[in-house]
Every structure is written in structure tokens, then in C-alpha cells.
């Protein structure tokens, strides 16, 4: 593998330090997606981690934001199966965006957007959530990165983003060069840092095409303003003037109709004829209706954090929170993360579950208390969170076992049976002292003094009924002894073994000698 060629593809994918993920395929879903399991490695990726990679040895992904909650480079995830790669390329050079399209390990598009100087990744977010409609991506298409922001310190480690050229002379996750055909590695790297812009180029992009819209839709949702400035889709003009017609009666309540007639000889080509035009108008006339958000052919361009901020937008209650990337830390409770308001919040179990807790918790982290919704709204939500969660790559952290309280509690009772002045005989349990007996190798103890031996070290996560659960787990047994002819409740665990640590009685002449 040429080490020039594999220091510049690493440094486009400049990301998060502490952490990186992995991805080990394991088959196909019925879709045509390509699944496997995710993990995520607590440590820093070095050029041999990316060599690996582009050898096809073991699959690497980079979170998209740094520890200085800043991004060298993002991506539209396009999670469609199957997809036109060459219908979004084209697009991508007809418009001269700076973006490259990359066929991802599922078979999908990966879209990506790479700077020369990092910026804040929610100022990248949000200008990738604008080209996705630009280039008629459906909502709900996944931008990366998906956190302006991380609790480093609490473990979150945000979501990665699994990067293509994995085996990049035999595998598929390739980039597409204009003529819709696949780029090389070295073609890749070549266009990734040809099309690299800058923090004010970031900055000006698009704003071109959105001062030129008509002062007349200026205000309203971006689709509309996308579609005005590229034409309506064959096929869509009536769905595409009925949403043009609600956005009229908003904007101008009084003669609305007569500017529904100017619009249709305006942006319809060709226009409706009158009659088409009067059905359209008639419909809207009858209700106060809402955008068709979810048909064409505006659904293709929704971009719906701005268009809530637009006057004649969606709107929407500003005390409605946004929530999305709902991550777990899979220890002894889980610890859960999740994005409200583009903000993370550390959450427990039944933070989830309980509203107000959950409205307590956003106040305290991020100083919004969110309005509550019905039972069954949140409880829906949630479901479909954790749906989401369990399907998205890297978001299920699995910690290992000394981290978690099981871990500690395990460690504290090994401490408690092997480090403390043992009991000579059964006898000395009633000094607190554990006793190990030789003949089954068993050690004996009372569970109040572990109890205490816990509350020592600040142990306070098990109370009595919990201990002994987990001493169960591990063939522990209730037992009475018969100590100085008076029946003794203790518990009997098999015997940790004994580690004794050697010192050396001289350094040798080679080693350095300590102060």
C-alpha cells in the first residue's frame, strides 16, 4: 500500500481522536442492505488502522466531529436500495457542488463535503442538510456529522461514519467520477481534495441561487424554493401548485386566488389549464390545509429544521423538542444519550420512560424544558428511537465488564476476600475477617461485614438483596456455620486465587534504577 497515498486519504477524514469504529460484514438483509456488527474501539486510529482499511482487513469509520466539537468533512447519507448513483452525480455537477458521490458498503450514497480548515459542526450540519434538498434527497436523509456537540467526558462518543475504499482494489465502496463511471483510490483522493472548499466558501454556498428565488416565496419553505429555481418534475404540477396555493394563502390571505393564476403562468411548464387551476384553488379554498409534506414533489427537497423557521413555513411549537440519535452505553445500568435540540443529553433508563424526568434532565444539561405529549405520542417516539437505535451502526456501545457496576462490584469482593488479614480459622469470622477453607476451596464471610467493606469504598450501588444476586451468580451459597457452639449466618463464594506480588531483591546492572 503506496504510505503517501494512505496519509492523504487519512487526512481527509480528520475526526474525533478518542475513538473510531469498526464494521465486520456478516450477510444481507432482504432489502439488499449489507449487514454486520458495528463496534466502536476507545482509541486513537493510526496509519496502519487506515491501511487495514484500504486493504480490506478490517473496516474503519470516523465520527465527523472533533474534540473541539468542530468537522473537517461530512456526508448526506442516502439510505435508499436500490439507487442512482449517476442520477446524483449528474445532478451534483450540473448544479457545481463541491461534493463527491461514493457508492457506501451498503449499497447506498454516501455524499460527502470536505473543508480545508475545520469548522463547527453544526454550521457544516446544517449547510449539508440544505444541499440534500438541493440535490432532491427524500426527508429524513441522514446528515453527518448527526452531534453539533459531544459529552466527551460521560463516554459519548457520537455516531461514526464507515468510510469507502474498504478493500479498494476488489471492493465496492467506491467514487463515482463524472461520467458515472468508479474512481480509483488515487482518483478519489485527487477529487476529494480538489473539490476541498474553505470555511467561507462553506459560508456563501447556495446563497447565490437563494438571493435569485422571487422575492415572493422568500419566506417560504425551502422545497418551494428549490423547485421555483429548478422547474416542477413531470407529472407533479398539480401537487406542485396546490402547495404553492397553501403557501399564497399564508403569505397573502387577501388575493391569494388571483396570485395562484400568476403563479401557475409563471412556474408551471407547461401551465394548467383553468379548470385544473380552479380544482386546486377550490380544494384549498374549503379547508385550512397544510403542506403535503410527505408527497411529491416537495418531499424530495424537505429541509425540515429550516423550514420551521421560516414565517410560512411548517411552523411547529418552539417548545416541541427535536430529538433524534439515541445512543446507549450497554453498562451495569445503561447510560443513554440523546440529541434534543441538536444538543446531547445523558439520560438513564427511566428518564426515558417518565416525561418529567426526562423534562428535568433537558433543563438541567441544556436550560429548555421541553412541553409534554400524550402517553402514547412519547411512548411511540421512543419506540421508534430505539428502533433506529438497534438498526444504526455503532449507536449500541458494548463497555467492558470492569467498567461497569457488576464489574466493580466483582473487583471490590475479590479485594475483600484475597486483601484483608484472612482469618486464620472460622473462628476470626466474627473478627470481619473472610475465611478460606483449604478443603473445598471455598471462602466464607458474613454478609454485613462485605456490606461495610462496600461502604468503605464508596460502593453504594447494590443493596442487600442485589449483593446477594450477584453472589449467586457466581455459586455463592447461604450456609450456617457453627462457630463457638453458636449457629453463624455467612455466604461461601469460590476462592478467588491468591496472587503474591515478588520484589526483587537487587536491580540488575541494565535496568534503571527508580528514585
Known amino acids: 500500500m503506496d504510505k503517501e497515498l494512505t496519509k492523504r486519504f487519512a487526512l481527509l477524514f480528520r475526526g474525533l481522536e478518542a475513538a473510531y469504529g469498526t464494521f465486520d460484514l456478516t450477510g444481507k438483509e432482504a432489502n439488499g442492505k449489507r449487514k454486520g456488527k458495528a463496534s466502536v474501539v476507545?482509541?486513537?486510529?493510526?496509519?496502519?488502522?487506515?491501511?487495514?482499511?484500504?486493504?480490506?482487513?478490517?473496516?474503519?469509520?470516523?465520527?465527523?466531529?472533533?474534540?473541539?466539537?468542530?468537522?473537517?468533512?461530512?456526508?448526506?447519507?442516502?439510505?435508499?436500495?436500490?439507487?442512482?448513483?449517476?442520477?446524483?452525480?449528474?445532478?451534483?455537477?450540473?448544479?457545481?457542488?463541491?461534493?463527491?458521490?461514493?457508492?457506501?458498503?451498503?449499497?447506498?450514497?454516501?455524499?460527502?463535503?470536505?473543508l480545508k480548515e475545520p469548522v463547527p459542526a453544526e454550521t457544516l450540519q446544517n449547510k449539508l442538510k440544505e444541499l440534500a434538498s438541493e440535490i432532491g434527497c427524500a426527508a429524513g436523509t441522514e446528515i453527518f456529522p448527526k452531534q453539533i456537540q459531544l459529552v466527551l467526558e460521560r463516554g459519548d462518543t457520537g455516531n461514526f461514519l464507515n468510510l469507502p475504499y474498504f478493500d479498494h482494489e476488489n471492493g465496492l465502496r467506491y467514487a463515482f467520477k463524472e461520467d458515472g463511471s468508479a474512481a480509483t483510490l488515487e482518483e478519489f483522493v485527487e477529487m476529494a481534495e480538489a473539490t476541498a472548499i474553505t470555511p467561507q466558501e462553506l459560508e456563501s454556498l447556495l446563497e447565490k441561487e437563494i438571493v435569485e428565488v422571487d422575492e415572493r416565496i422568500k419566506s417560504g419553505?425551502?422545497?418551494?424554493?428549490?423547485?421555483?429555481?429548478?422547474?416542477?418534475?413531470?407529472?407533479?404540477?398539480?401537487?406542485?401548485?396546490?402547495?404553492?396555493?397553501?403557501?399564497?394563502?399564508?403569505a397573502f390571505p387577501n388575493d391569494w386566488e388571483t396570485k395562484i393564476l400568476e403563479y401557475n403562468q409563471a412556474v408551471l411548464e407547461p401551465p394548467l389549464d383553468l379548470k385544473e387551476v380552479n380544482v386546486v384553488a377550490e380544494q384549498i379554498r374549503k379547508k385550512d390545509y397544510q403542506y403535503k409534506c410527505n408527497d411529491q414533489p416537495i418531499c424530495n427537497f424537505c429541509n425540515r429544521d429550516l423550514c420551521r423557521s421560516r414565517r410560512y413555513g411548517v411552523g411547529g411549537d418552539v417548545n416541541t423538542p427535536r430529538i433524534a440519535n439515541l445512543r446507549k452505553y450497554d453498562s451495569e445500568p445503561p447510560l443513554w444519550f440523546l440529541d434534543v435540540n441538536g444538543s446531547p443529553v445523558e439520560l438513564d433508563t427511566e428518564a426515558l420512560q417518565r416525561q418529567p424526568k426526562f423534562q428535568i434532565l433537558c433543563m438541567e444539561q441544556i436550560n429548555t424544558m421541553p412541553r409534554t405529549m400524550t402517553r402514547q405520542a412519547w411512548e411511540a417516539q421512543m419506540n421508534t428511537l430505539l428502533l433506529t437505535m438497534v438498526e444504526t451502526e455503532g449507536a449500541i456501545i458494548h463497555t467492558s465488564e470492569d467498567t461497569s457496576i457488576r464489574g466493580q462490584f466483582y473487583e471490590l469482593l475479590e479485594e475483600?476476600?484475597?486483601?484483608?488479614?484472612?482469618?486464620?480459622?472460622?473462628?476470626?469470622?466474627?473478627?470481619?475477617?473472610?475465611?478460606?477453607?483449604?478443603?473445598?476451596?471455598?471462602?466464607?464471610?458474613?454478609?454485613?461485614?462485605?456490606?461495610?467493606?462496600?461502604?468503605?469504598?464508596?460502593?453504594?450501588?447494590?443493596?442487600?438483596?442485589?449483593?446477594?444476586?450477584?453472589?449467586?451468580?457466581?455459586?455463592?451459597?447461604?450456609?450456617?456455620l457453627s462457630i463457638n457452639g453458636r449457629p453463624i449466618r455467612c455466604w461461601s463464594i469460590p476462592a478467588f486465587e491468591s496472587i503474591e506480588e515478588e520484589f526483587p531483591s537487587k536491580f540488575d546492572g541494565d535496568e534503571d534504577i527508580p528514585f
Not at 435508499?80 to 457545481?96: E, F, G, N
Not at 449467586?472 to 450456609?479: A, F, V
Open 42 to 114: 476507545r482509541a486513537k486510529r493510526t496509519l496502519a488502522t487506515f491501511e487495514k482499511h484500504l486493504n480490506g482487513e478490517q473496516g474503519v469509520g470516523i465520527v465527523p466531529i472533533n474534540e473541539k466539537n468542530a468537522s473537517f468533512f461530512g456526508a448526506i447519507d442516502i439510505d435508499q436500495y436500490p439507487l442512482d448513483h449517476a442520477a446524483i452525480v449528474k445532478t451534483v455537477h450540473r448544479q457545481k457542488l463541491p461534493l463527491v458521490v461514493c457508492r457506501s458498503k451498503s449499497g447506498g450514497g454516501h455524499v460527502y463535503l470536505f
Open 221 to 250: 419553505p425551502p422545497c418551494l424554493q428549490i423547485l421555483l429555481r429548478q422547474g416542477f418534475p413531470e407529472g407533479t404540477r398539480n401537487n406542485g401548485l396546490f402547495n404553492l396555493g397553501v403557501y399564497l394563502r399564508k
Open 416 to 480: 475483600f476476600t484475597t486483601h484483608m488479614q484472612a482469618a486464620l480459622d472460622r473462628e476470626e469470622i466474627l473478627l470481619r475477617r473472610p475465611w478460606k477453607n483449604e478443603s473445598n476451596n471455598r471462602t466464607y464471610f458474613r454478609l454485613k461485614d462485605l456490606e461495610a467493606f462496600l461502604k468503605r469504598q464508596r460502593f453504594t450501588d447494590y443493596r442487600s438483596n442485589k449483593i446477594a444476586q450477584r453472589l449467586r451468580d457466581i455459586e455463592g451459597l447461604s450456609e450456617q
